[in-house]
């Protein structure tokens, strides 16, 4: 069955960086969007990037942004890995919340989250 695993999170000061990753399993990964996703308690999951399956001859992506994030936030897909990829720079507190990939199949699948806080 699909399987999404995100890892990578924890605890860094603001102006740090961090990468989560997310392990997809069960499907075929490349066949299908990935997004990546954030809540914090008391709040609606909140949308942060997505990234098109890859397409054509050299296996192009698109990505989009919440504005929030843009020039800070980097999404990427390793196909041969079946992982997916949040590279965070420049973090600062109000990015601290549970970070959830999501595969695009259907409804939507979802994996367990990782905490990112950010703190000095």
Do not use: H
Not at 28 to 47: C, I, L, N, T
Not at 85 to 92: A, D, G, I, T, W
């Amino acid at each position: 069955q699909v399987r999404l695993v995100e890892s990578g999170g924890g605890l860094v000061e603001p102006g740090g960086s961090l990468r989560l990753s997310c392990a997809a399993s069960g499907f075929s990964f490349s066949d299908y969007a990935m997004s990546w996703y954030r809540q914090v308690p008391g709040k609606e999951r909140e949308f942060v990037a997505t990234i098109t399956r890859p397409r054509g001859f050299e296996r192009y992506t698109d990505s989009t942004y919440t504005d929030s994030v843009k020039g800070r936030f980097a999404i990427s897909r390793d196909s041969a890995r079946n992982t997916l990829y949040l590279q965070m720079n420049s973090l600062k507190p109000e990015d601290t919340a549970v970070y959830y990939c999501k595969a695009s199949i259907g409804i939507g699948y979802w994996g367990q989250g990782t905490q990112v806080t950010v703190s000095s």
